[in-house]
């Protein structure tokens, strides 16, 4: 069912009960409220919207084979207890064989106070997302205090604006970077040959 009222309630298709999809392609994103299989799924999304919304209800969602195409600000997966902050259950999220071409955000932000349990399985690729390329989870920054509730396995996380990164694709940024960077900093190469260092 779709909302015409709030931000991500207008934006997303919301699916209330337990769900399976196969094969489906999507220009809106998708939100669930309860446990889901999506296999071979493909979502293209814009202007702050995310592609999947997980809202923190105790649910399981596994993802096998996802496409995520956010353009124009537009994000990947977030867990998230906006309207359930009360009564918010830790998410159980599995995603594999996913590429992730994202404007913001990490691939997978986390608002939620309850936490989220998340394997990153193989042929997860996140050298699309903009704004961090490395770490394929981010805690959103005003729940810092619930940090260590979300438990990462097959890949990193960081609270949000932890870290800088830059992704160079020059010899020449590459030295500078060095020259500037800080501890927790991440310096990201661009496919490429680098001579000359």
Known sequence: ????????????????????????????GLCMMNDAVLNNIEINVADENYALWITAQGQTVNVDGLKVTATNSGRGIKIADEDYENSAEKIVLEVKNATFVTAEKAAVLVTSTAGAEITWG?????????????????????????????????ATKILEGAAEISVISTAEQFRE????????????????????L
């Open 1 to 28: 069912s779709g909302k015409n009222s709030g931000h991500w309630k207008r934006n997303l298709i919301r699916f209330e009960g337990e769900v399976e999809f196969n094969n489906v392609k999507s220009e809106k």
């Open 122 to 154: 193989e042929g997860n690729n996140i050298n699309g997302v903009a704004a961090d390329p490395v770490n394929a989870v981010w805690v959103d920054e005003d729940r810092s205090d619930y940090y260590d509730k979300v438990v990462v396995t097959g």
């Open 177 to 196: 970077a060095l020259k500037t960077a800080s501890d927790g900093d991440f310096i990201v190469l661009a496919d490429g040959t680098y001579e000359g």
